[in-house]
């Protein structure tokens, strides 16, 4: 079993950025995939970027609404998973998951193939 659990989510005007963390304990890999998802209020949980890491290299993928906006990193030695969030738009209010797949590589925004979620951080960005 792997526990994922956010923090980082707050207010932010626009333009402002944010630093979304997720902690990973429980059982590791030293390959997979990992994932940040947001869902906003009416709408279907999304891609937002991704991840995909073996013992020779790491490979990262962005939804375009965030490309150039938002990086996607990870800390193997403390087991942590980051977004770095710049010129945040009201548009990317939401709330933020964390996602782990024990298989590295494939399509990061499929959504049934991770096998652990967190419980979500919470991002508003305001107008």
């Known amino acids: 079993q792997v526990q994922l659990v956010e923090s980082g989510g707050g207010l932010v005007q626009a333009g402002g950025s944010l630093r979304l963390s997720c902690a990973a304990s429980?059982?590791?890999?030293?390959?997979?995939?990992m994932a940040w998802f947001r869902q906003a209020p009416g709408k279907e949980r999304e891609f937002v970027a991704g991840i995909s890491f073996s013992r020779s290299t790491d490979s990262t993928s962005y939804a375009d609404s965030v490309k150039g906006r938002f990086t996607i990193s990870r800390d193997n030695a403390k087991n942590r998973l980051y977004l770095q969030m710049n010129s945040l738009k009201p548009e990317d209010t939401a709330l933020y998951y964390c996602?782990?797949?024990?298989?590295?590589?494939?399509?990061?925004?499929?959504?049934?193939?991770?096998?652990?979620w967190g419980q979500g951080t919470q991002v508003t960005v305001s107008s």
């Open positions: 996602a782990v797949d024990r298989v590295a590589g494939g399509y990061f925004a499929y959504i049934a193939r991770y096998d652990y």
């Open positions: 429980g059982r590791t890999f030293n390959s997979g995939t």
